[in-house]
C-alpha cells in the first residue's frame, strides 16, 4: 500500500467515526482567536491583491469582451453584404452618416469643466477645446445607418400575440444596420435616439443618452407576397396605394402604425420586385429610398428594448431582436466603387474618353492619386491621422470633392455646401451625408467599410476610449 492509500484511509476513518477524534486535536478558544486574527490579516492582504489584480483584469476583460463582439458582429456583416442583391433586381442601396456629441458616461459628463459638450482637453494640456467635427473620439461619435436589399435565406424572428415566433422563411429581406432608438424605464415608456435630451425632469432617456449606452441594431424584414405568408394579416406591412413600405416608416393610418418602426413584425407583404415596382412609381422617390421618420428631420432608427417585464408577448420578444452590439459608440459605413474616370497615367480624375463626364466607370476601382490606395467615400474623415482632411491627402470625402465640386446623382445629401480644401479646422460643421442608390442608379459600391468602436462600460477608468474595430466587405452582386 502507498503513502497516498494511507493517507486517504485516515481519512475516510475519521470522516466516518470509526474511532473517538482524540481531544488534543480540538482547539481552544485562545488559539480560535489567534487564528480569526490571523486569517482576518491574510484576507486583508488578499482583498488588497485581488483588487490591484481585478484593475489590470477589468481592462484585459473589456478588451476580450470587445474583441469577441466585434469578431461575431464580423461574420454577420460579412455574410449580409455578400448577399446583397443585384443593382437590377435592388430597388435601393442607402448610406445615411450622422454625427452626434454625447458624454462618453455619466462620470465624462461629470467632468466637463464648461459644460459645452463639444468642448473637452482632448490633448491634455489642462484646458478644453473644440475640435472639427470631421474628428471623431469620445465626444464627437458616428451614429450611420445603411439599408439594402439581399437574397439568402432568412428565417423568422418574431410572432403574434402568444406566439413568439411565427414559423416562417424568405430568400429575400431588406437588412438594415443602426444604432437602435431604446426605451426608457417608465412603464409606458418613451422612446430615445442616441444621445438625445432628457425630454423633461421626469422624462428622462435613461438608456440611450451617454454613448457607452448606445446599442448598434441589425434587422433583417423579409419579404413576402402578401398570399405566401403564414400566421395571417396581422404580421403583415401592406403594400401598395403608393405608400411605399416598408421604407416608408410611418404607415397610413388604416395600417398597423409604426408596425415596422416599433419592430412588431419582421415581415413585410411585399416581394422585392412588386416594392421595386413602386419605388419605380413613386413620384417623389428619394423619400423613401431612406428609412425615413416622417414629421421630422431624422432618420428611422428601429425601435428596441432591452429592459422587458414579464409576461413576455410576441411584441416584446421582438423588441429584443434587433439588439446586435452593445456599447458600440461609433459607426461609421464608407464605400468604394468605380464612380469616376480616372486618367490612367496620372489619376487625375478627367474626362479620359471626351464623352462629356467623368461620372462613369472606367473599369478601376476609384483610386487615391500617387499611392494607388482604394478611394473611400462618405462623410469627411481623417484616415491617415495627419490631421488634415482632404481628397488630396486621401481621406475619406463626399465623391463630389473628388470630382471637382460637382456631385453625382447618389449623393442626394452633402455635409457641407461645397467641396473644403481641409475639413480638419476646428470652424467647421457637418451635417448629414446621404448616398441613396435608386432602381435605375446601376452602379453601386463594390466594397463597404465599417469602423465600429466598442466601449464596454469596464474599461472606464482603464482604457481611454473604446476598441476601435475596421472591416473592409465585398458587395455581394
Ligand atoms: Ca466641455
Ligand atoms: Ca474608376
Ligand atoms: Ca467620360
Ligand atoms: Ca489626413
Given at each position: 500500500?502507498?503513502?497516498?492509500?494511507?493517507?486517504?484511509?485516515?481519512?475516510?476513518?475519521?470522516?466516518?467515526?470509526?474511532?473517538?477524534?482524540?481531544?488534543?486535536?480540538?482547539?481552544?478558544?485562545?488559539?480560535?482567536?489567534?487564528?480569526?486574527?490571523?486569517?482576518?490579516?491574510?484576507?486583508?492582504?488578499c482583498a488588497q491583491i485581488f483588487s490591484i489584480a481585478s484593475k489590470t483584469i477589468g481592462g484585459g476583460q473589456a478588451i476580450n469582451a470587445a474583441v469577441r463582439d466585434a469578431q461575431a458582429a464580423q461574420a454577420v456583416f460579412a455574410r449580409d453584404f455578400s448577399?446583397?442583391?443585384?443593382?437590377?433586381?435592388?430597388?435601393?442601396?442607402?448610406?445615411?452618416?450622422?454625427?452626434?456629441?454625447?458624454?462618453?458616461?455619466?462620470?465624462?459628463?461629470?467632468?466637463?469643466?464648461?459644460?459645452?459638450?463639444?468642448?473637452?482637453?482632448?490633448?491634455?494640456?489642462?484646458?478644453?477645446?473644440?475640435?472639427?467635427?470631421?474628428?471623431?473620439?469620445?465626444?464627437?461619435?458616428?451614429?450611420?445607418?445603411?439599408?439594402?436589399?439581399?437574397?439568402?435565406?432568412?428565417?423568422?424572428?418574431?410572432?403574434?400575440?402568444?406566439?413568439?415566433?411565427?414559423?416562417?422563411?424568405?430568400?429575400?429581406?431588406?437588412?438594415?444596420?443602426?444604432?437602435?432608438?431604446?426605451?426608457?424605464?417608465?412603464?409606458?415608456?418613451?422612446?430615445?435616439?442616441?444621445?438625445?435630451?432628457?425630454?423633461?425632469?421626469?422624462?428622462?432617456?435613461?438608456?440611450?443618452?451617454?454613448?457607452?449606452?448606445?446599442?448598434?441594431?441589425?434587422?433583417?424584414?423579409?419579404?413576402?407576397?402578401?398570399?405566401?405568408?403564414?400566421?395571417?394579416?396581422?404580421?403583415?406591412?401592406?403594400?401598395?396605394?403608393?405608400?411605399?413600405?416598408?421604407?416608408?416608416?410611418?404607415?397610413?393610418?388604416?395600417?398597423?402604425?409604426?408596425?415596422?418602426?416599433?419592430?412588431?413584425?419582421?415581415?413585410?407583404?411585399?416581394?422585392?420586385?412588386?416594392?421595386?415596382?413602386?419605388?419605380?412609381?413613386?413620384?417623389?422617390?428619394?423619400?423613401?429610398?431612406?428609412?425615413?421618420?416622417?414629421?421630422?428631420?431624422?432618420?428611422?432608427?428601429?425601435?428596441?428594448?432591452?429592459?422587458?417585464?414579464?409576461?413576455?408577448?410576441?411584441?416584446?420578444?421582438?423588441?429584443?431582436?434587433?439588439?446586435?452590439?452593445?456599447?458600440?459608440?461609433?459607426?461609421?459605413?464608407?464605400?468604394?466603387?468605380?464612380?469616376?474616370?480616372?486618367?490612367?497615367?496620372?489619376?487625375?480624375?478627367?474626362?479620359?474618353?471626351?464623352?462629356?463626364?467623368?461620372?462613369?466607370?472606367?473599369?478601376?476601382?476609384?483610386?487615391?492619386?500617387?499611392?494607388?490606395?482604394?478611394?473611400?467615400?462618405?462623410?469627411?474623415?481623417?484616415?491617415?491621422?495627419?490631421?488634415?482632411?482632404?481628397?488630396?491627402?486621401?481621406?475619406?470625402?463626399?465623391?463630389?470633392?473628388?470630382?471637382?465640386?460637382?456631385?453625382?446623382?447618389?449623393?442626394?445629401?452633402?455635409?457641407?455646401?461645397?467641396?473644403?480644401?481641409?475639413?480638419?479646422?476646428?470652424?467647421?460643421?457637418?451635417?448629414?451625408?446621404?448616398?441613396?442608390?435608386?432602381?435605375t442608379d446601376l452602379n453601386r459600391p463594390k466594397m463597404i467599410r465599417i469602423t465600429l468602436v466598442i466601449d464596454r462600460p469596464e474599461a472606464e477608468g482603464r482604457l481611454l476610449e473604446g476598441q476601435s474595430f475596421e472591416y473592409v466587405f465585398n458587395v455581394g452582386?
Open positions: 500500500m502507498t503513502r497516498q492509500h494511507n493517507f486517504v484511509n485516515r481519512f475516510a476513518i475519521r470522516y466516518t467515526g470509526r474511532g473517538p477524534v482524540d481531544r488534543r486535536e480540538g482547539f481552544t478558544l485562545t488559539e480560535l482567536l489567534v487564528t480569526c486574527a490571523l486569517v482576518t490579516v491574510l484576507m486583508l492582504a448577399a446583397a442583391a443585384p443593382a437590377t433586381v435592388s430597388p435601393v442601396m442607402y448610406i445615411v452618416s450622422d454625427r452626434q456629441y454625447a458624454f462618453r458616461n455619466s462620470n465624462d459628463s461629470l467632468s466637463d469643466t464648461d459644460g459645452n459638450i463639444a468642448s473637452a482637453d482632448f490633448d491634455g494640456d489642462g484646458n478644453e477645446e473644440t475640435l472639427s467635427q470631421a474628428i471623431y473620439n469620445f465626444r464627437n461619435h458616428r451614429i450611420d445607418t445603411v439599408g439594402f436589399f439581399a437574397i439568402d435565406k432568412y428565417a423568422r424572428q418574431t410572432g403574434n400575440g402568444n406566439a413568439l415566433i411565427i414559423a416562417d422563411a424568405s430568400r429575400e429581406a431588406w437588412i438594415w444596420y443602426g444604432h437602435l432608438t431604446l426605451a426608457n424605464n417608465d412603464t409606458s415608456p418613451t422612446y430615445y435616439g442616441p444621445g438625445d435630451n432628457h425630454v423633461s425632469a421626469t422624462n428622462r432617456n435613461d438608456n440611450n443618452r451617454f454613448a457607452t449606452q448606445w446599442i448598434l441594431g441589425r434587422v433583417t424584414v423579409l419579404m413576402k407576397d402578401p398570399s405566401t405568408i403564414n400566421g395571417g394579416s396581422a404580421v403583415a406591412i401592406p403594400y401598395g396605394n403608393g405608400d411605399l413600405r416598408p421604407l416608408a416608416f410611418r404607415t397610413t393610418s388604416s395600417q398597423p402604425n409604426d408596425a415596422l418602426l416599433n419592430f412588431e413584425y419582421d415581415m413585410a407583404a411585399v416581394t422585392l420586385a412588386q416594392f421595386k415596382q413602386d419605388v419605380l412609381n413613386a413620384s417623389s422617390p428619394l423619400s423613401h429610398m431612406i428609412f425615413e421618420d416622417a414629421g421630422s428631420t431624422r432618420v428611422g432608427r428601429i425601435r428596441a428594448n432591452p429592459f422587458q417585464v414579464r409576461p413576455l408577448d410576441a411584441q416584446k420578444v421582438a423588441q429584443q431582436v434587433p439588439i446586435f452590439v452593445p456599447a458600440c459608440t461609433q459607426f461609421i459605413v464608407e464605400f468604394a466603387g468605380d464612380f469616376l474616370e480616372q486618367n490612367p497615367s496620372t489619376g487625375a480624375v478627367e474626362d479620359v474618353n471626351s464623352n462629356g463626364t467623368v461620372f462613369e466607370s472606367d473599369g478601376q476601382i476609384d483610386y487615391v492619386p500617387g499611392t494607388g490606395q482604394v478611394r473611400w467615400y462618405g462623410m469627411p474623415r481623417d484616415t491617415n491621422g495627419n490631421g488634415i482632411i482632404s481628397a488630396s491627402d486621401g481621406d475619406v470625402v463626399p465623391v463630389r470633392d473628388v470630382a471637382g465640386g460637382t456631385a453625382p446623382v447618389f449623393e442626394r445629401v452633402l455635409p457641407t455646401t461645397s467641396a473644403l480644401s481641409n475639413y480638419s479646422n476646428s470652424g467647421v460643421t457637418l451635417s448629414r451625408y446621404i448616398a441613396a442608390w435608386g432602381p452582386y
